[in-house]
């Protein structure tokens, strides 16, 4: 861990954070969760305290803590752990920045604030240029998801200059459906930048423009499955890569008509991996299992775990 020069490549599974039944942090499921990533899902790299980790709902102590564990937990173990630090404060976004310097995270990534929003590009730039200058030895990504933010700027206008505002700069988490400006994002990225897709449900295109790895929820799950449509794009089968997507389709598909979101996804994880991850906090609610169960029957058969 802790190689700035090390490219982000690959899957990178957003991780759920792990909660006891009454909602408090968990750590004792990060070890366990690790090794069931890498062992079971082929995934490597982790993507920490952010969507799918309720990040917003969590305090600035639990995300250290979280942070902390992962880290521990993931060191010999995975190949990088970037820790999203994005928060509404710019001040709380240092400080949790500044910790994962400390702790030796091996990079941090920011979303846009989406309450007070950046009301220009410019002011985005700025924002993110305050976070990324607390710990400028960290490789710095941008976390663009409009569809939660709604901040809609084109990133691929932001590149132009911006190692000139932020050195540490190193990519993207592009969750977004505008695959023209992700496109233009790769053809604008520099050697040792990581332009990273974030949907998962639309990745196969995004791996024929380029794509240099992918952060996703699913990933989570499965991994082993992605890691196969990548493997079928890199030697030319398009056929095989497809039906793996149109299986992944298939699946979240099934689930969006059941109420998917990041509980139902918590618990489906929880029902396919065994472990004990809890349930989401306020104002997330429980997923029932009847629910999830379904879900993890339509994901048995469309492969056959």
């Given at each position: 861990?802790?190689?700035?020069?090390?490219?982000?490549?690959?899957?990178?599974?957003?991780?759920f954070t792990p909660l006891t039944t009454?909602?408090?942090?968990?750590?004792?499921?990060?070890?366990?969760?690790?090794?069931?990533?890498?062992?079971?899902?082929?995934?490597?790299?982790?993507?920490?305290?952010?969507?799918?980790?309720?990040?917003?709902?969590?305090?600035?102590?639990?995300?250290?803590?979280?942070?902390?564990?992962?880290?521990?937990?993931?060191?010999?173990?995975?190949?990088?752990?970037?820790?999203?630090?994005?928060?509404?404060?710019?001040?709380?976004?240092?400080?949790?920045?500044?910790?994962?310097?400390?702790?030796?995270?091996?990079g941090i990534a920011v979303i846009a604030?989406?309450?007070?929003?950046?009301?220009?590009?410019?002011?985005?730039?700025?924002?993110?240029?305050?976070?990324?200058?607390?710990?400028?030895?960290?490789?710095?990504?941008?976390?663009?998801?409009?569809?939660?933010?709604?901040?809609?700027?084109?990133?691929?206008?932001?590149?132009?200059?911006?190692?000139?505002?932020?050195?540490?700069?190193?990519?993207?988490?592009?969750?977004?459906?505008?695959?023209?400006?992700?496109?233009?994002?790769?053809?604008?990225?520099?050697?040792?930048?990581?332009?990273?897709?974030?949907?998962?449900?639309?990745?196969l295109a995004a791996v024929a423009l380029?794509?240099?790895?992918?952060?996703?929820?699913?990933?989570?799950?499965?991994?082993?499955?992605?890691?196969?449509?990548?493997?079928?794009?890199?030697?030319?089968?398009?056929?095989?890569?497809?039906?793996?997507?149109?299986?992944?389709?298939?699946?979240?598909?099934?689930?969006?008509?059941?109420?998917?979101?990041?509980?139902?996804?918590?618990?489906?994880?929880?029902?396919?991996?065994?472990?004990?991850?809890?349930?989401?906090?306020?104002?997330?609610?429980?997923?029932?299992?009847?629910?999830?169960?379904?879900?993890?029957?339509?994901?048995?058969?469309?492969?056959?775990?």
């Amino acid at each position: 861990m802790a190689n700035p020069e090390k490219r982000l490549t690959g899957l990178v599974a957003a991780t759920f954070t792990p909660l006891t039944t009454h909602g408090e942090v968990n750590t004792s499921e990060i070890g366990p969760y690790v090794d069931y990533l890498r062992d079971k899902q082929g995934v490597n790299n982790i993507f920490v305290n952010g969507t799918t980790g309720e990040s917003m709902s969590l305090t600035v102590a639990e995300r250290k803590l979280l942070a902390e564990e992962w880290c521990k937990r993931a060191k010999g173990k995975l190949d990088q752990v970037i820790v999203h630090v994005g928060c509404m404060s710019v001040k709380d976004s240092q400080e949790l920045a500044s910790h994962a310097a400390q702790i030796k995270a091996d990079g941090i990534a920011v979303i846009a604030p989406s309450f007070f929003k950046p009301s220009t590009a410019g002011a985005l730039l700025e924002y993110l240029q305050q976070v990324a200058s607390v710990a400028p030895t960290l490789p710095f990504y941008y976390y663009h998801m409009p569809g939660i933010t709604g901040v809609n700027f084109p990133v691929a206008d932001m590149l132009d200059s911006i190692e000139k505002v932020i050195p540490s700069f190193r990519g993207v988490k592009f969750t977004g459906s505008d695959l023209m400006d992700f496109g233009q994002c790769v053809s604008k990225s520099q050697p040792h930048w990581s332009v990273l897709y974030g949907i998962d449900e639309q990745l196969l295109a995004a791996v024929a423009l380029g794509a240099h790895g992918a952060v996703g929820s699913t990933y989570n799950y499965i991994g082993s499955h992605i890691n196969q449509l990548l493997s079928a794009f890199e030697r030319g089968d398009l056929a095989q890569a497809r039906n793996i997507q149109f299986k992944i389709q298939d699946l979240i598909g099934f689930a969006v008509k059941q109420g998917f979101n990041v509980g139902v996804n918590k618990q489906l994880m929880c029902e396919v991996s065994g472990l004990n991850l809890g349930p989401p906090r306020s104002p997330l609610t429980q997923c029932p299992q009847a629910l999830a169960l379904s879900i993890k029957e339509k994901y048995q058969a469309l492969f056959g775990q």
